[in-house]
């Protein structure tokens, strides 16, 4: 069921790869991000593929090269990631160690080195506010560290590319919770996003594909939440019979320590009982040897 699960994730990443490997709408995007930029050509771009030896999810993440820029777009989609700074701090290491290998520069050379300058950009399309920039140092060492990384958060839905990429999900995310059928939801996803505007000319040119994409994730929610459940179950059967064995132990534990005392305590009185006859009996042999009569050593013996 998980190996299911990673292939099927591929479908949902790819709406926003997709649209994402046409230059032009990167030539956009940057624009968007940079509107000072002028003279900017589809040739001043060269689109990166994250690869990640290093992370796991590869497929809904995009770097790109733009002159003497570097920039890196992830798609965070509805489920926050705290340690997405971090991931961040790993994609841009990776991608300047094969940066320096393509450009044959090297780090331990005696020349100071060229580095396209790094911005990076998340986009989140969950419902729950969020902050409109994220720091390395703020989330992990209290804003008191040297090491600084920051990203820039894009939730908002606007007329933006990245505007209406959630725009797209936040619609589709409702659909999701309408519709039952995977095809009703994508097809009035589909519906939707064409009315308001979010990535009209792309998704009228890919509607099919697109609407492969919504239905296969769709399929993947129910499947993964089918997963969710028969685990929770699972854990929670493997806890019940974990607790009886830890219950039936320390029971046992319980029951050899009351034993013991009990045990104990009896011995105790048995001794004490068995100590005076003992006693008893010295004293009445010792008094015989005196001379005494048994009345009189009885009569003696009571009074004690």
């Excluded at 040119?205 to 492969?212: A, F, Q, S």
Aim: proline share 2%; with cysteine; glycine share 6%.
């Amino acid at each position: 069921m998980a190996t299911e699960t990673k292939i099927k994730r591929k479908s949902k990443d790819s709406v926003f790869v997709k649209f994402f490997s046409y230059i032009e709408n990167v030539k956009k995007l940057y624009e968007e991000f940079h509107p000072e930029v002028a003279d900017l050509t589809e040739d001043d771009i060269q689109i990166q593929t994250l690869n990640s030896a290093i992370v796991n999810t590869i497929y809904n993440d995009l770097g790109f090269i733009v002159k003497d820029r570097f920039v890196v777009l992830v798609e965070a989609q509805s489920t926050w990631n705290p340690n997405m700074a971090l991931r961040m701090l790993f994609y841009i290491s990776e991608t300047y160690r094969r940066y320096l290998m393509d450009t044959m520069q090297s780090e331990h050379s005696t020349t100071k080195i060229n580095l396209p300058e790094p911005e990076f950009y998340m986009i989140y399309t969950g419902e729950q506010t969020r902050p409109s920039e994220i720091s390395l140092s703020r989330e992990f060492f209290g804003g008191k560290s040297d090491l600084e990384l920051k990203i820039k958060v894009l939730s908002e839905v606007d007329t933006t590319l990245a505007g209406q990429y959630v725009g797209f999900c936040k619609v589709f995310n409702e659909q999701r919770r309408l519709h039952e059928n995977s095809i009703e939801a994508a097809i009035e996803t589909y519906r939707i996003c064409i009315e308001k505007g979010y990535l009209r000319e792309f998704m009228k040119r890919h509607e099919k594909e697109v609407i492969d994409m919504m239905e296969q994730l769709f399929d993947e929610e129910v499947m993964r939440k089918q997963y969710d459940i028969a685990s929770r179950r699972a854990e929670r059967e493997e806890g019940r019979i974990e607790g009886e064995q830890i219950g039936l132990a320390r029971g046992e534990q319980i029951g050899l320590a009351r034993g013991e005392q009990i045990g104990l305590a009896r011995g105790e009185q048995i001794g004490l009982a068995r100590g005076e006859q003992i006693g008893l009996a010295k004293a009445a042999e010792q008094m015989r040897r005196s001379g005494l009569s048994e009345e009189q050593i009885k009569s003696i013996l009571s009074q004690c």
